[in-house]
């Protein structure tokens, strides 16, 4: 592949990985708002017996949006809102192979003496290990704790960096740790929220009662998407910043604060 034809292909890469980011991030935060918004004004119906709504103006009109707990139009009719994630993530992990994995981007021989195929595995593993470990902390006690969740995510991620920091280059290693934060969020949406709305919807057009709980948990990990996609973002743009971010003597610290920054950030936005 010839360094002109790399470059247009990066370019129209990155491109589409940031416009799918946009529009998955862009309707996960929506959905939260919205959940935040029905959430406070509670159960209670309104003035005639009706529904609690939730009114906004945009595009020169009005537009009203009512939560039901019921399906009253055929599934085909239900709109769904997951391959903005996918898009999201396949356009990052190409991305990934494109600027670390088929190229000199990904090893410094200055911190680790080791070739490209073992770095490679490295990485990979962490984008796995990153969603086991994650996925396996929420089911057990510490998931049911969301400050002791909070605070463990923090120290893994810590450790992460810590580690990709001495194995990596420091623009490679602040890569992995947001892919691998893309990546837990996408399998949120692919393992975990789609089979739980697929059961809803199931159980709502045969006129069965749904678990609550599958839509307790699918809102949770929306939830913490809504959380890790401000660092995400942060961890993204890092690579412009070499002096601050990954040059800087304690760049794994840096790291570590953007994540926490990234959490505060969002807990902001959620609450706007």
């Given at each position: 592949?010839t360094s002109?034809?790399?470059?247009?292909?990066?370019?129209?890469?990155?491109?589409?990985?940031?416009?799918?980011?946009?529009?998955?991030?862009?309707?996960t935060?929506?959905?939260?708002?919205?959940?935040?918004?029905?959430?406070?004004?509670?159960?209670?119906?309104?003035?005639?017996?009706?529904?609690?709504?939730?009114?906004?103006?945009?595009?020169?009109?009005?537009?009203?949006?009512?939560k039901?707990?019921?399906?009253?139009?055929?599934?085909?009719?239900?709109?769904?809102?997951?391959?903005?994630?996918?898009?999201?993530?396949?356009?990052?992990?190409?991305?990934?192979?494109?600027v670390?994995?088929?190229?000199?981007?990904?090893?410094?021989?200055?911190?680790?003496?080791?070739?490209?195929?073992?770095?490679?595995?490295?990485?990979?593993?962490?984008?796995?290990?990153?969603?086991?470990?994650?996925?396996?902390?929420?089911?057990?006690?510490?998931?049911?704790?969301?400050?002791?969740?909070?605070?463990?995510?923090?120290l893994?991620?810590?450790?992460?960096?810590w580690?990709?920091?001495h194995?990596?280059?420091?623009?490679?290693?602040?890569?992995?740790?947001?892919?691998?934060?893309?990546?837990?969020?996408?399998?949120?949406v692919?393992?975990?929220?789609?089979?739980?709305?697929?059961?809803?919807?199931?159980?709502?057009?045969?006129?069965?009662?749904?678990?609550?709980?599958?839509?307790a948990?699918?809102?949770?990990?929306?939830?913490?998407?809504?959380?890790?996609?401000?660092?995400?973002?942060?961890?993204?743009?890092?690579?412009?910043?070499?002096?601050?971010?990954?040059?800087?003597?304690?760049?794994?610290?840096?790291?570590?604060?953007?994540v926490?920054?990234?959490?505060?950030?969002?807990?902001?936005?959620?609450?706007?």
């Open positions: 592949m002109e034809l790399r470059e247009w292909l990066n370019l129209f890469v990155r491109w589409f990985h940031v416009f799918a980011g946009i529009m998955w991030v862009g309707q935060y929506y959905f939260t708002w919205l959940d935040g918004q029905f959430g406070k004004l509670g159960k209670n119906t309104v003035e005639g017996g009706t529904a609690p709504q939730v009114w906004m103006v945009h595009s020169g009109g009005f537009y009203t949006v009512e039901k707990s019921s399906l009253s139009v055929g599934p085909e009719q239900v709109r769904w809102f997951r391959w903005e994630a996918l898009m999201t993530w396949l356009s990052g992990v190409a991305l990934l192979f494109l670390y994995y088929s190229s000199s981007g990904l090893i410094d021989p200055d911190v680790a003496d080791i070739s490209q195929g073992r770095g490679i595995a490295i990485g990979l593993g962490v984008l796995a290990g990153g969603w086991l470990i994650y996925d396996l902390a929420l089911k057990s006690p510490l998931g049911k704790s969301e400050g002791g969740f909070a605070l463990f995510a923090i893994v991620i810590g450790a992460i960096s580690g990709l920091l194995v990596f280059s420091g623009r490679a290693a602040y890569i992995h740790v947001g892919a691998m934060m893309g990546t837990i969020m996408t399998l949120n692919w393992m975990r929220i789609l089979p739980a709305q697929r059961k809803m919807i199931a159980a709502a057009a045969a006129g069965n009662k749904f678990d609550a709980s599958l839509g948990q699918a809102k949770l990990r929306s939830k913490q998407n809504t959380f890790m996609a401000v660092p995400v973002v942060f961890l993204m743009i890092s690579n412009h910043f070499p002096v601050a971010t990954y040059g800087n003597t304690h760049n794994w610290v840096v790291l570590v604060a953007l926490v920054g990234g959490f505060a950030a969002a807990a902001i936005i959620r609450k706007a």
